[in-house]
């Protein structure tokens, strides 16, 4: 487990109030701004509804392109326990966290609910339906629906 500073600690704080202050602003441009001081990439054009949650242990892994539209409700994880070595007797917090990033390309709409988990590209073009789950990859100019999100669509 990495040390905490007096450094990493302000950091967090920092982060911590940015992300509470985005659920107060508007309108989607202030909320962008507001993303992008905590460190997340966010390319022209795109907007981030104020509802909107996106990873308070590392928004500097969350990347999203241009002219994407991230809906109301929608959480962006770039963390998760490693089950790998989990066992019985074992709490779940005794595990190390994995960090991964994710990445959300160009002209990508996200629907309202959706989460998006560690690790996971979102092509260009692509929709996730409202309420889906992304565990893995979503191929350019695709529908993905569900839970996990499985690509109902594809635009050729």
Sequence with gaps: MAKRTVTSIIKGIWIRSLSILAQ????????????????????????????????????????????????????????QRDLSTHSKNKAVMDNELIYKKVVIKDGAHIGIGAIIMPGVTIGEGSVIGAGSVVTKDIPPYSVAIGSPAKVIRSFG
């Design 24 to 79: 107060f602003t508007f309108p989607a441009q202030v909320t962008v701004c507001v993303h992008r001081m905590r460190g997340v990439k966010i390319g022209k054009g795109s907007k981030i509804n104020r509802t909107v949650q996106i990873d308070d242990s590392r928004p500097d892994l969350v990347e999203i392109g241009k002219k994407v539209w991230v809906t109301a409700g929608t959480m962006i994880l770039c963390h």
